[in-house]
């Protein structure tokens, strides 16, 4: 079974510049998530769609940062204009529908590391 | 105070040593629990889920105290390939497809 695709892996950009990332969840996993990783740290939830609808979006930086699910499967995160403080892996991960009761396994992707300079 | 506490580490241990790490989450609402692992420059991949009345996987074993909020994670026996990054992981609700809410990780490096 494929896991979960992100591209590119690697990106170096000035500040002020924009950047994109592209998710390809597992097959049939409804829902997905982008998560931001600052070295040392553990990675943090930026949003979260189930299908195309946003569940959750309340640490995403919205004057900078967009997310989109449009046709509820591959999905991209935008920065725009990028800050030195957004230098980080960008995580995707994706899981099942919610079932009835307990947590789904949530897979993550290789990550996109960026590099703010 | 951060929702989910770990000691950074590192751990540094030799082979066949007996190593724990501790976790401790500030939302007492918190129902799923799990440990990961993350190698350096990788994605974190599930490790267990750790219920209250403890659970066994080989040499890991994990323990939840939802009393004192408390995490834990045992492995016995360590091996080289254990190096890596653990991260405690919990979850607010039990409800399928909630985010997850990770600790900074604690670093093992197993030497020979």
């Known amino acids: 079974e494929a896991g979960v695709a992100q591209s590119p892996r690697y990106k170096i950009i000035e500040k002020r510049q924009s950047v994109a990332f592209w998710c390809n969840p597992i097959?049939?996993?409804?829902?997905l998530y982008w998560y931001q990783q600052i070295l040392g740290q553990g990675p943090k939830l930026l949003i979260q769609?189930?299908?195309?609808?946003?569940?959750?979006d309340s640490q995403l930086p919205k004057d900078r940062f967009s997310a989109e699910r449009l046709k509820g499967v591959d999905s991209t995160l935008k920065i725009q204009p990028a800050k030195l403080e957004d230098s980080a892996v960008y995580l995707c991960?994706?899981?099942?529908?919610?079932?009835?009761?307990?947590?789904?396994?949530?897979?993550f992707g290789p990550g996109t590391r960026l590099l703010v300079l | 105070r951060k929702e989910v506490e770990q000691d950074p580490g590192p751990f540094n241990v030799p082979e066949g040593a007996t190593v724990a790490f501790n976790c401790t989450y500030s939302?007492?609402?918190?129902?799923?629990f799990f440990w990961y692992r993350q190698d350096c420059r990788k994605e974190p991949k599930l490790l267990m889920s750790?219920?209250?009345s403890g659970n066994e996987d080989g040499r890991f074993t994990a323990q939840l105290n939802r009393a004192s909020q408390y995490i834990s994670l045992l492995i016995r026996d360590s091996k080289l390939s254990d190096s890596a990054t653990y991260l405690c992981?919990?979850?607010?609700?039990?409800?399928?497809?909630?985010?997850?809410?990770f600790g900074k990780g604690t670093t093992l490096s197993v030497s020979s």
């Open positions: 991960a994706s899981s099942t529908l919610p079932g009835t009761g307990g947590q789904e396994t949530q897979y």
């Open positions: 097959s049939g996993h409804a829902t």
């Open positions: 769609f189930q299908n195309n609808g946003v569940v959750d």
């Open positions: 939302n007492s609402a918190s129902q799923s």
């Open positions: 750790v219920y209250s």
């Open positions: 992981v919990v979850t607010p609700y039990n409800q399928a497809g909630t985010a997850l809410i």
